[in-house]
């Protein structure tokens, strides 16, 4: 049984497609998260689900039932939001119990008992007669949280929860939604721009950009094994590294060559449906390049960032900008040619024209064997997890 | 305070721009309510040329008149109609005017248009619109309700015509005050209301009410003050007070004194009571308030 199910999902404002024929299965009880940079169409794609956008074309299903056409009211989904929507001049306790009182059917002495037992799970009993005023940031997002979680609905729909929160409390909700979430076991789908927040809550990860989803798959799949260019550039902190290249076969020898550069590929173009000479985007993550003596890779320093477990060195190889992460304390300067190696077991190369992967390296060619090819149609989301 | 001190070095400048400021209100607002006061304590003839001084017994005699009582009672209870009436239809429309999508400005306009009609004008066309014998709402009233109008004789009746009359006047300016204040009510509350499925009267009564209750704070205030001061065009142009006084609020029976009976004094009296007990309404108005109102 599906939780929420979206198909050929468009939105149009005038002249603007914000959600661009989506399709999207999210299976009962996962945690399912939208993320993308703004202006991408993640909200949008939620508020379709909620019902406070209409659609233009397509359909949305809960638990199987086709909810397209019926208002918000009507779909048994809860929703939390940024600024937390609550209302100002009720307490917390009213704030949870006020939609409870409009919908038929629920008893003083029910709604009392959810409100409670909400409050124990979000550790807020003893706020429940404050007005939100009178609540901190937190508090308040809990209060939100709260009155979602008394209505029981079939999904929770939250829509970047955490981002008015400030860094450590943000982190702190974080597990606790992580951990409400293993405990309740609703259907959710979360929306933020954060990737660290994606990669951390998210059984799934959908990436979206201008309007489509890029890929969809559980984070550690959308980390090793990038569909695009996009999702390889957006996914990572900070993202990987890509550069125009051009594929060379020497001999038995393949390699991926960009000005005095070159990195071998244990695979030859030929295998991958190219032939030497071909362009193409080379990409490798900043943790996966470090510093070596030996290597091939020559990088002109011109930014440090000591990150504290890491070294973030940002300099230009072969005239493209480049990050690598190294060990912390290492004597780098701006102004330094440093050479670096690289892990040949995380390489990544992508079309340079549709931006589709074309090889993962070792142990991330394994993942996309399962998938038949790298090269899937982006635009129309994975049916189920990467495992299937 | 040292970039107050570098602007002017002496306050003698501060003072010299206050200048015109002070003179204008002093000469038009401070002066004549100084004169109000103390000629509220003088009996006075021939226009206030020659005056006695009588200490409190305008007031006495004024608090012993049964038609000023009666006149009291009278304003209390018109100003008690029209606040509650301008509020409760100003919500009504301005609630209407937020829900509706297509022609909202059509609307607006046609809501607000009789504020902006001077009263005099306002009052001479209603006084044709329902006048008893030839009025087009006059006809209809009869002819559909089967009521007996006639306003110009009878007291409750002329009462009720001005005092819608009066409403009417106000509803535009409670509606554009009432307006600003439901489109500040954020989106996602709105949105909130949506998932729970909050139906249209209770959004309206348990939102959005409580949230715009600042400004039906300063409407009540306004309205109030408005029903006290400034329904005396319409009464003038409409009834006269009459028929037998049914209409005979404070304001006019202030400017007959003054200018058709020339007791000066007298009115200055009913001046003074009239701004003490708007003032109390009001002070208590914002008193209570202040445990209602979520600012």
């Known amino acids: 049984m599906t939780g929420i199910s979206l198909h050929n999902l468009t939105k149009q404002f005038d002249d603007v497609t914000a959600v661009d024929s989506v399709s999207l299965d999210v299976t009962e009880g996962e945690f399912l998260v939208l993320v993308g940079p703004s202006g991408c169409g993640k909200s949008t794609t939620l508020r379709l689900c909620a019902g406070l956008e209409s659609t233009t074309e397509g359909t949305v299903s809960i638990s199987d039932r086709n909810v397209t056409a019926e208002p918000a009211s009507e779909r048994d989904v809860a929703m939390v939001f940024q600024n937390y929507a609550l209302y100002p001049h009720m307490t917390a306790r009213e704030n949870m119990t006020f939609g409870l009182d409009a919908a038929a059917g629920f008893s003083g002495t029910e709604a009392t008992e959810r409100v409670e037992e909400a409050a124990a799970i979000l550790d807020i009993e003893d706020l429940l007669d404050r007005k939100p005023s009178a609540l901190s940031g937190g508090e308040q997002q809990r209060v939100a949280i709260g009155r979602a979680l008394v209505r029981d609905p079939e999904v929770f729909l939250m829509d970047e929860p955490l981002s008015n929160l400030d860094a450590k409390l943000r982190v702190q909700m974080r597990a606790e939604l992580a951990e409400l979430h293993a405990e309740l076991q609703t259907t959710t789908v979360y929306v933020t721009h954060d990737q660290v927040e994606a990669m951390t809550l998210g059984d799934r990860v959908a990436v979206m950009n201008d309007g489509r989803i890029e890929q969809v798959a559980p984070p550690q799949d959308l980390y090793d094994a990038p569909d695009t260019r996009f999702v390889a550039e957006f996914i990572g902190s900070p993202g990987m590294n890509t550069v125009d290249a051009t594929l060379r076969r020497r001999g038995t020898v393949s390699e991926i060559v960009w000005g005095d550069n070159t990195v071998p590929l244990d695979a030859s173009p030929e295998s991958l449906g190219l032939t030497s000479g071909d362009r193409v985007v080379f990409g490798v993550r900043p943790e996966d390049l470090s510093a070596d003596t030996d290597g091939d890779v020559r990088m002109e320093v011109t930014v440090t960032e000591p990150l504290g477990s890491t070294l973030l060195v940002r300099g230009t190889v072969g005239g493209h900008e480049m990050e690598v992460s190294i060990q912390p304390r290492s004597l780098v300067e701006v102004g330094d040619q440093i050479t670096l190696g690289v892990d040949p077991d995380r390489l990544h190369l992508f079309d340079p024209e549709s931006g589709a992967a074309v090889y993962h390296s070792a142990d991330s060619r394994e993942a996309i064997g399962v998938d038949g090819d790298g090269r899937r149609d982006a635009a129309v989301a994975r049916q189920g997890g990467a495992d299937d | ?295």
């Open chain 2, 1 to 295: 305070m040292s970039a107050h001190e570098t602007a002017f070095d002496s306050s003698l400048g501060a003072y010299l721009l206050l200048l015109p400021t002070l003179a204008a209100i002093g000469a038009f607002l401070y002066y004549p309510s100084l004169q109000t006061l103390r000629l509220s304590l003088y009996e006075t003839f021939l226009f206030g040329q020659n005056t006695r001084f009588v200490g409190l017994g305008n007031f006495a005699s004024l608090l012993t008149s049964n038609t000023y009582l009666a006149s009291v009672g009278l304003t209390f209870g018109f100003a008690a109609f029209v606040v509650v009436s301008t509020l409760a239809v100003g919500l009504l429309v301005a609630f209407l005017l937020y829900e509706v999508t297509n022609g909202k400005a059509a609307y607006l306009i046609a809501a607000i248009w009789p504020y902006a009609l001077p009263t005099a004008v306002a009052g001479t066309v209603l006084l044709f619109l329902a006048h008893p014998s030839v009025g087009i709402y006059t006809f209809y009233l009869e002819s559909w309700f089967g009521v007996e109008v006639d306003w110009f004789t009878v007291g409750w009746q002329a009462f009720l015509v001005v005092a819608i009359a009066a409403v009417w006047k106000q509803v535009g300016y409670n509606v554009i005050f009432m307006l600003a204040a439901l489109n500040n009510v954020p989106e996602s509350l709105n949105e909130a209301c949506d998932l729970d499925g909050v139906g249209t009267w209770r959004r309206l009564l348990r939102v959005y009410v409580p949230l715009m209750s600042p400004t039906l704070v300063f409407l009540v205030v306004m309205n109030t003050i408005y029903a006290f001061f400034g329904s005396f065009a319409l009464i003038d142009l409409m009834t006269q007070g009459g028929p037998t006084n049914a209409t005979n609020l404070l304001i006019y029976q202030l400017y007959r004194d003054a200018f058709q009976f020339n007791n000066l004094g007298l009115a200055s009296a009913e001046s003074v009571i009239l701004f003490v007990i708007v003032a109390g309404l009001t002070y208590v108005q914002l008193r209570v308030s202040d445990r209602y109102a979520h600012y």
